[in-house]
């Protein structure tokens, strides 16, 4: 029998993948005409509230600089990345690659540095204010070469077609969402995330398995997209525990190859309204994108659980290693998995637990805001603002 499927599409970077492959940034970078390049990565002073990566304080800034001295290319630096990166930051940032006649945009760092990269590119070539391409492919003319070294195993920036900043005046997380976002090259060396804090691994690795599983069982999922999600939660479940206890090279190096495939998968397929509260409640309360997924997923999965049965139960035989006597039994005993590998690990599991009582005012407004998220687009289950605030009062 044929299966008829609609037009589908599969876009990625390259990929250099492996122990040691930042020492390939600066031929990657002529490959693509660099004379000057833009450098964006997080100095480690504090600008609002800045993520923690330790970039340079570990030293991978200077080797990267090191690395591009010795092909003969210059540079400029941007360090201003904050964590839920800043429109203003972003807009600042374009003027000054503008400015200094840069070409060819790198970034090293997680999520937040290769987001502001993004944001960059699409203003140095585009013009106007990062807001103008809120949603999903509203930029229309292509973007400076980007060469991407990530120094996190989540966030899927440096494979993905999505970027997420912080528009401050709403206080809002915008999704942008276009083919040219796509990064020219990925850099992937496992050998960074020994650097990295117990936080940001459990964090990163958690943000990949929201991937993961909002891609597997979204709308627009398809037969290219859906064997990576359930390869990354397959991934991240058989190690990161190792991760966190030993610091095991072999199982960082696994946590990166489920970075990978997640996000191949949610660049792909999109995701879902877990993804698209947690750009709401992020935006409002500032609050570390991978601190929400503990918090809100399974919720979420139960959330959406009627709109497709099937799909929870493989990805609860993943999480289980063994299918139960029906898909519902697997998916619940799956989900219920889930909760209890969250609370082995030093992470908040309730909203209370990050949010003030006093701010719960607000919670309304978010959800508001979140229903209209391009995330919530690809969800399984339409989800209204008033599903959302009752996922928030459950998981408060």
Known sequence: MVIKMETTKFAIPEIIFGRGSIRYAGQCALRHGAKKVFLVSDSGIKVFLVSDSGIEEAGWVQRLMDILKAEGIDWIYYPRVTSNPRDFLVEEGAEFYLKNRA?????????????TAKGIAIIASNGGKIRDYEGANRVQRPLPPMVFITTTAGSGSDISQFCIITDVKRAVKMSIITRTLVPNISIVDPLILRTKSEKLIIQSAVDALAHAIESYVSRIASPFTMPQSLKAIDLIFRNLR?????????????????????SMAFSNAGLGAEHALAHSLGGQFDITHGVVHPILLAAVMRFNLSSCTDRMADI???????????????????ITRLEEFFASFNVSLRLSQEVEEVDKQFLEPIC????????????????????????CEEVW
């Not at 070409?103 to 987001?115: E, K, L, P, Y």
């Not at 508001?368 to 996922?391: G, H, K, Q, Y």
């Open 103 to 115: 070409d060819v945009i790198m970034a090293i760092g997680g999520g937040s540095a290769m987001d």
């Open 242 to 262: 190792q991760a966190v206890d030993s610091r095991s090279l072999d199982s960082l190096e696994q946590l990166s190859i489920a970075s990978i495939a997640a």
């Open 316 to 334: 609860g035989r993943v999480i289980l290693n063994k299918r139960l006597g029906s898909d519902m039994d697997t998916a619940l005993a799956g």
């Open 368 to 391: 508001r805001m979140a229903v209209n998220d391009a995330c919530n687009l690809t969800n399984p289950r339409p989800a209204s603002w008033e599903d959302f605030l009752s996922i």
